[in-house]
Every structure is written in C-alpha cells, then in structure tokens.
C-alpha cells in the first residue's frame, strides 16, 4: 500500500545561479555525508548532483504531506547510493521508501514514494 508520493522538478540553471548568489547554499541543502561526495567533483556535476539532492528532498517531503519547514529539514533528509549507483533515502528512514532521480540537460526531476510498512 502506498502512503504517499511526491515528484520535483528544477532547472540546473536555477541552482547555478544560486550558488554564485549564495556559496553556502550547498551546506544547507546537504548533509555532511553529502558534502563529502559534492566535494569530489568538478562544478558542472556539482549542480547536476545539488539539483537532484534538492529536488529528491522536496520529493521526500511532499510524500509525507508536510513540505520542507517545521516538521522536516533538508539536514533531516539524507541520500545515499548503493553498490550499483542507485540513490535511496538513509535518513530520516530507508525501510519502504522508494526514490528515483532523473536529469536532462536543462532538468533534474525526482520522484519519491513512501510505502506502508
């Protein structure tokens, strides 16, 4: 039974620009463990790799019905990849949840669903 799923998408643009704006934005978006991997690459894959950490956020936050503020953070949210490259949710839970994060050369989309368990 699925409780809840939720879809974002941004333009890699948008986040470019807001890194010019604003340097520390990665840092609010990304958890340290993330930080660690944004870290290692080169910047046209920063943004890739920042957009769809942000956008699987959101994702994450829409399935459970209550959107990024009070009761969820982007520092509560954590994305991590298995041995085959595929990204999933490690924090707040793993266990039922479902993510999948797609890019264009202009978009970043990501989707999110949270199973009852």
């Known amino acids: 039974m699925i409780r809840g799923i939720?879809?974002?998408?941004?333009?890699k643009k948008r986040i470019e620009k807001v890194i010019e704006?604003?340097?520390r934005f990665p840092q609010r978006i990304l958890t340290s463990n993330e930080i660690?991997?944004?870290?290692?690459y080169p910047m046209?894959?920063?943004i890739e790799y920042?957009?769809?950490?942000?956008?699987a956020k959101e994702a994450y936050a829409k399935a459970r019905g209550v959107g990024i503020g009070k009761e969820l953070s982007f520092q509560s949210i954590e994305i991590q990849?298995?041995?085959f490259g595929k990204p999933y949710f490690s924090k707040p839970v793993s266990?039922?949840?479902?993510?999948?994060?797609s890019h264009s050369q202009e978009f970043v989309v990501a989707q999110a669903i949270i199973e009852e368990v």
């Not at 939720?6 to 333009?11: A, H, L, R, T």
């Not at 660690?36 to 290692?40: D, F, G, P, T, V």
């Not at 266990?95 to 994060?101: A, D, E, N, Q």
């Open 21 to 23: 704006r604003q340097p």
């Open 50 to 55: 920042l957009a769809g950490r942000f956008a």
């Open 44 to 46: 046209k894959r920063k």
């Open 36 to 40: 660690a991997e944004y870290a290692q």
């Open 95 to 101: 266990k039922g949840v479902h993510l999948t994060i």
């Open 81 to 83: 990849k298995d041995s």
């Open 6 to 11: 939720g879809i974002d998408i941004i333009e």
